[in-house]
């Protein structure tokens, strides 16, 4: 995650609000378990304490990384309507006519198949765009060439 406070669609927001209620009734759960360190066990007993113990650590870092990313767009603002960056939602004109909308987003949402990573070729090449801009970018298998449509919202019938 950014250290410098980006924007995040609707979406995306959306999105981290849901894993950290998820994150954080995890939490819960797996904190239920843990027992007075003081009592005794065998081996076993305690390598799962540990491991939940373990757990817990990782779920705390996660809830950290979450919430500091929330604020940090919330600290933003809006995306840009003017110029594609984290956060945007772009509507891009491909060269076969086909169009499409993506959410600009600076880490990938597993299910999400609307979201184009900054760091991708394509997200690098819409970066720094406005309406009507075209963009060159490579995938493994061709050259790409595009056309910037839109940024904000998607056009009717689309996404």
């Keep these: 995650m950014t250290s410098e406070p980006a924007p995040i669609s609707e ?25 007075n360190t003081d009592t005794v066990g065998d081996h076993a007993d305690q390598a799962d304490e540990l491991q939940r113990a373990n757990d817990l650590e990782h779920l705390d870092a996660r809830i950290s990384e979450i919430t500091t990313r929330l604020g940090q767009a919330a600290d933003a603002g ?35 198949q609307t979201l184009v990573t900054a760091d991708s070729p394509l997200g690098r090449a819409l970066l720094g ?3 009507g801009d075209p963009v060159h970018y490579n995938t493994p298998e061709r050259k ?5 449509v839109s940024l904000g919202k998607a056009p009717e019938g689309q996404g």
């Design 11 to 35: 979406a995306a927001r959306h999105a981290l609000e849901q894993e950290l209620a998820d994150i954080r009734a995890e939490r819960r759960t797996v904190a239920a378990t843990l027992r």
């Design 144 to 148: 790409v060439t595009a056309v910037v």
């Design 78 to 112: 809006s995306p840009s309507t003017d110029v594609v960056g984290v956060g945007s939602t772009v509507t891009v004109r491909f060269a076969d006519g086909t169009v499409e909308t993506f959410q600009i987003g600076d880490v990938a949402e597993e299910l999400d």
């Design 129 to 131: 765009r406005r309406a």
